[in-house]
């Protein structure tokens, strides 16, 4: 049992590499904004084989954690239970201690990929495409199973992905066609188009964008704009940003960790455009 006498006030960000992570600025505009002088957050560079002890060594002060790659997964394992969001992706983002010492694992990316929608005005969707099919593909069919009325098509550049694709679209109740990364320009043609590929990826699609595009969610956020959000925007459509889906996660963390809603998110915001700004 967690000591009753000591105050949950820590909090951090895991992950290899981590150095690049605007986790702590954005967390650390909240707890300015709460009041919660107390409080700090860190980010510790943590790989899969160095978790186990990691975690083993917190003590009662600690709140929470955020996770990035590669330990969403690796992170499972060392819970005490995971919430059904992040058990439809098998991906954990968040770990609350509880206080009678409980390790509490959840995603919140699937509900910050929502939110991020919704604050741009995209409640709801016919049909929708997605560029490229890793974790992140995953995440993002979960938020269009919440959104999304009809079908999802997948772009991808293998038959084995595509056939991941599939099986997290029947796990998801998700209905998803999966088309050849050849044809991804189609795509752009979608209400909403999620492009979930690293950095470059989606540069030589820039050109097929329509005169008139929808909504284009890029998770990518350094450097930003995109070549494909670029012109996506250029031309009227409507820009989600990765920044954004970091945000609305992270204001998600911060109201489990800390107990305290609404987080800030305008400050939250503004700690993030100045952080990437002095880069």
């Known amino acids: 049992m967690m000591a009753a006498n000591v105050q949950r006030c820590r909090a951090a960000v895991l992950g290899k590499p981590i150095a690049h992570s605007l986790s702590p600025a954005l967390h650390r505009a909240a707890y300015q904004e709460l009041g919660l002088t107390d409080w700090s957050y860190d980010r ?10 990691f975690m ?8 929470g954690l955020s996770l990035t790659m590669p ?38 990316d699937i509900p910050g990929m929502v939110a991020a ?9 016919d049909s929708a495409a997605i560029l490229g099919a890793g974790a992140t593909a995953s995440s993002a069919l979960a938020a269009l199973a919440r959104i999304c009325t009809g079908e999802v098509v997948a772009y991808v550049r293998s038959e084995a992905r595509a056939a991941e694709m599939r099986q997290w679209g029947e796990r998801l109740d998700v209905e998803v066609r999966t088309a050849d990364w050849a044809d ?21 699609l820039s050109s097929a964008v329509p005169e008139k595009p929808a909504t284009l ?19 009227g459509g409507a ?6 889906l970091l945000i609305h996660q992270a204001v998600l963390q911060v109201e489990q960790m800390t107990g ?11 700690a993030g455009e100045h952080e990437l700004a002095v880069r």
């Open 239 to 244: 820009v989600v940003s990765g920044l954004d």
């Open 71 to 108: 330990l969403k997964r690796a992170v499972i394992p060392l819970l005490d239970e995971i919430t059904d969001t992040a058990a439809s992706v098998e991906a954990v983002n968040t770990v609350v201690f509880t206080e009678d010492g409980r390790r509490v694992g959840d995603n919140t």
């Open 184 to 204: 991804a320009a189609q795509a752009l043609r979608a209400p909403l188009v999620v492009a979930t590929t690293p950095a470059g990826t989606t540069d030589a």
């Open 44 to 53: 510790f560079e943590v790989d899969e084989a160095a978790l186990p002890d």
């Open 217 to 235: 969610f890029d998770v990518l956020y350094d450097p930003w704009p995109t070549e494909l959000a670029a012109r996506w925007s250029g031309y």
């Open 117 to 125: 929608l919704r604050e741009r005005g995209i409640e709801q969707v």
């Open 56 to 63: 083993a060594e917190l003590g009662p002060e600690w709140a």
């Open 260 to 270: 305290r809603a609404p987080a800030p998110l305008d400050a939250m915001r503004k």
